[in-house]
């Protein structure tokens, strides 16, 4: 009787296991952040960075949902239980570790200076004086303008980088600053009518970190490893090129 007790009990203990391997991830990306995430008509978010979640949950041998959520509230979110991870081009900064823990990165994207076509601006400090520069709210961007300009311009922030560019071509500012793919998109679309790259890519390890990683609760460490040797893997195994070719024209390879 008592062998039959202690079978039961391992038996249940392998189903429990089981149970716990498969539990679904939820990721949250904010579906507004072309390529690398946006939203479809049918209210489904797809992009880089949802091509990659489910990469790297078939990696993980779990089954994930991929959700949308606002920027401003992304970070709360997580802390909140709402779900497990962040997908949503979120650099790795001190500022964000002392909140939330992070994957190794699974990307670097370059930031760049979008203007308008017929602007004067070259994406230099001395061009940018005095002018009226966008940025999303919260991000790295934000933070580089702060940083680099601080008085010598004026910062106009906004919730999504549609918005942001919708205020660039209507001439609400002067400049723009974003990632260098979604700058590229802006470009793209119109043919470079109406907006322009202007400069070169900009770079401060300080302000922009090592790369965009999975957002993590801190206490949350095995889903920390899970992430990290899925992403080793999509990286070495040519995965996340693939991936990336079909939204950008340059590697994005951390």
């Not at 709360?76 to 650099?91: C, F, R, S, V």
């Not at 370059?110 to 919260?138: C, E, H, M, N, W």
């Not at 609760?217 to 693939?242: N, P, W």
């Amino acid at each position: 009787m008592k062998r039959l007790v202690t079978g039961v009990a391992a038996l249940l203990l392998l189903a429990s296991g089981g149970v716990a391997a498969a539990q679904e991830i939820r990721i949250a990306t904010e579906g507004a952040y072309p390529p690398f995430n946006f939203t479809q008509p049918d209210g489904k978010v797809a992009g880089l960075e949802v091509d990659l979640a489910n990469a790297l949950c078939e990696r993980m041998k779990r089954p994930c949902t991929v959700v949308a959520q606002d920027w401003d509230g992304i970070i709360p979110g997580l802390l909140a239980k709402k779900y497990d991870a962040i997908m949503a081009t979120m650099n790795i900064t001190p500022e964000r570790a002392k909140a939330i823990g992070f994957s190794t990165p699974y990307m670097v994207v370059p930031a760049y200076f979008v203007a308008p076509a017929s602007s004067a601006i070259d994406g230099s400090p001395a061009s940018l004086r005095g002018k009226t520069i966008g940025a999303q709210v919260s991000t790295t961007h934000s933070r580089y303008v702060e940083k680099h300009l601080g008085s010598d311009a004026t910062l106009k922030t906004y919730d999504t980088a549609s918005n942001l560019l919708a205020d660039l071509k209507a001439g609400r500012i002067d400049a723009a600053i974003t990632t260098g793919a979604t700058a590229s998109d802006w470009v793209k679309g119109d043919g470079g009518k109406s907006v322009k790259l202007v400069g070169q890519p900009v770079i401060d390890a300080e302000v922009f970190g090592p790369g965009i990683g999975v957002g993590l609760r801190k206490e949350d460490t095995s889903l920390k490893q899970s992430f990290d040797e899925a992403i080793r893997a999509v990286v070495q195994d040519g995965t996340l090129a693939r991936i990336a070719a079909r939204y950008v024209d340059f590697s994005i390879t951390p």
